[in-house]
């Protein structure tokens, strides 16, 4: 049972990206925040820390290929950050203690410097102009921090699944 929930879980915050994302701009304080929900990767990324670096890669790239085919016009960005990012997480276990907060504070590295990556993407073939410092402070900050709420609300319960699933597939194997 376990075994098929991780990838109905990923599935489902799949769907449920472009529904928060919705909320999305708010004004605030006079000026227009943009917060894009990394829900999918964030996810992955916890997989990768606390199951399988492989199995979150090919979700990655799974996922990622949705990604591109149904909310962008380019196919293979997010099919290769996804894996990537999924392998660097995955890697990181060996020097990294993998506590909830550390992993938390990681996942939300991983996801600053993927936003990056893609704005420097989008900026270079000239899709996006805004500047840089208004991009740090009207999107990746906002970004940031509704996905820090995100796993501040559901990270504990990502890492319980896991471990579950971790659990079982021991007890298949004895």
């Known amino acids: 049972m376990v075994r098929f929930l991780i990838p109905f879980v990923a599935v489902v915050l799949f769907l449920l990206e ?13 000026e227009t925040v943009y917060f894009v929900p990394r829900f999918v990767i964030l996810y992955l990324i916890f997989i990768s820390i606390y199951y399988s670096r492989k199995r979150a890669c090919l979700y990655g790239l799974i ?18 950050l996804y894996p ?4 660097i997480a995955g890697s990181s276990v060996k020097f990294i203690h993998q506590h909830l907060s550390v992993t938390t504070i990681l996942s939300l590295i991983l ?7 893609l704005y420097y993407f989008f900026y270079f073939i000239q899709f996006t102009t805004i ?8 999107r990746l900050l906002p970004t940031i921090i509704a996905n820090l709420l995100f796993l501040i609300m559901l990270g504990w319960a ?12 021991a007890q298949d194997n004895s």
């Open 111 to 117: 996801v600053a410097i993927m936003e990056v990556v």
């Open 84 to 87: 990537v990012v999924c392998f």
């Open 131 to 138: 500047p840089v410092g208004e991009f740090l402070s009207n």
């Open 18 to 30: 472009p529904e928060f994302a919705l909320f999305s701009p708010i004004d605030w304080g006079g």
């Open 158 to 169: 990502f890492k319980y699944l896991i471990n579950a699933r971790v659990l079982q597939r």
């Open 63 to 80: 996922f990622g290929l949705l990604y591109d085919v149904f909310y962008i016009d380019i196919i293979g960005l997010y099919s290769f």
